[in-house]
């Protein structure tokens, strides 16, 4: 009874999570549709302490979401008794497999690659006007990667937990 409603619970962070983080990304593309490098070397004392504030928070939102969404993601695989099928792209839950794994790829990019660059961007860490050109082009690119993986995945999540007589 206590895993059915932490299920359910489970279903909606879930859900709620991959609007906040798919939300960002699309946004993102709407917003910044073409590559615009760092022009300034303003730092973020100059633009003060608010921006500063804000992309913080706005950032850690958007990352935590991917976190939420994969945790409670593998909680309802194992909950099911799926997750090891899932994980290994066995049986009929290969559909669901890709879907996760290309979910993990995207959280990976995040984290590994997106955020430690980003943070450079942002003027966070430390770095020459150089290497925040560089890291831009590099956060440009890893978002927007995100972005495309979106698409796919979402496909073979949804297809595979609701069109098992497609798949199976």
Partial sequence: MYLDIVDVVARWLHFLGVVVWMGH?????????????????????ELGERFEAAMKREHAIFRHASLVVLA??????????????????????????IGAWLGVIMVANLWLVLWPHQKKVLGFVPASLEERIRCSRITFLSSRTNTILSFPVLFFMAAGAHSGFLFG
């Avoid at 590559?35 to 300034?40: G, L, M």
């Avoid at 593998?74 to 799926?82: K, S």
């Avoid at 099928?85 to 559909?95: I, K, P």
Wanted: aromatic share 10%.
């Fill in 25 to 45: 990304n699309y946004a993102n593309v709407i917003q910044n549709p073409l590559f615009k490098p760092v022009q300034t070397d303003a730092t973020l004392e």
């Fill in 72 to 97: 409670t993601g593998a909680f309802m695989l194992w909950y099911r008794g799926i997750l090891l099928d899932v994980a290994t792209l066995q049986g009929s839950n290969v559909v669901l497999g």
